[in-house]
């Protein structure tokens, strides 16, 4: 059975600050990674994706891969209370149908 | 922008009802999904489509069909309604059939579909 696991959370961070999202996954063959945010009673939204190992950035937001260890995270800067939502991590199921498998999700409370 | 359109925000049916739930999306995607959302237990792929009049199971299909009819419609159907269907129903679609070889592709999200069976 393919995984994908996230602390649950509540994640709770000051305002301004670094709020730090992980995600470990099960297969190895998984080849792209997806971070959405989801807010109370809404559909999720996409946040950021990324294929390759490294850092990829986007605003205030930048996703981390290894590989290696089948970790992925995503960095929020400069955290604002509109940031607190759950987060969803998804990762391709490896084969050859666009399927997706995802994380239970972190929520992240943003304190003002 | 993509946009992918469920009929129903909110639906109460009773336990036995045969129960439509109707997606649309006009990006002209090739696949489209159907996941349930669950408090704890995040999202279950129910059934996708990666073409017309195709389909292929997901995770928990047992209590559901689909239809596909056309490219831009995806239907999911509860023949005969049961408690344990209340739940967040969600419907996406994303531009390719098959992974390619980066993986797959963005998936986009329809508003929800909160059902609760009595």
């Known amino acids: 059975q393919k995984e994908v696991e996230q602390n649950s959370g509540p994640l709770s961070v000051p305002e301004g600050a670094i709020a730090s999202l992980n995600c470990t996954y099960s297969?190895?063959?998984?080849?792209?990674f997806f971070w959405y945010r989801q807010y109370s009673g809404k559909s999720p939204e996409l946040i950021m994706f990324?294929?390759?190992?490294g850092d990829k950035e986007d605003g205030r937001f930048t996703a981390q891969l290894n590989k290696a260890s089948q970790y992925v995270s995503l960095l929020i800067r400069d955290s604002q209370p509109s940031d607190s939502a759950t987060y969803l991590c998804?990762?391709?199921?490896?084969?050859?149908?666009?399927?997706?498998?995802f994380g239970t999700g972190t929520l992240l409370a943003v304190q003002p | 922008d993509v946009k992918v359109t469920q009929s129903s925000r909110y639906l109460v049916k009773r336990t036995g009802e045969k129960v439509f739930l109707e997606c649309v999306q006009d990006?002209?995607?090739?696949?489209m999904f159907w996941y349930r959302q669950d408090p704890g237990l995040g999202l279950r792929l129910i059934y996708f489509?990666?073409?017309?009049?195709?389909?292929e199971k997901g995770d928990i299909p047992e209590g559901y069909s689909v239809s596909r009819e056309k490219k831009e419609r995806f239907s999911l159907i509860l023949e005969s309604a049961s408690t344990n269907q209340t739940s967040m129903y969600l419907c996406?679609?994303?531009?390719?059939?098959?992974?390619?070889?980066?993986?797959?592709?963005?998936?986009?999200f329809g508003p929800g579909t909160r059902l609760t069976v009595l």
């Open positions: 996406a679609s994303s531009l390719l059939p098959w992974a390619g070889p980066l993986g797959t592709d963005t998936q986009y």
């Open positions: 297969d190895r063959g998984s080849q792209s």
């Open positions: 990324i294929y390759s190992n």
């Open positions: 998804a990762v391709n199921d490896g084969g050859a149908t666009n399927k997706l498998i």
């Open positions: 990006m002209d995607h090739e696949n």
């Open positions: 489509s990666y073409d017309v009049k195709m389909k």
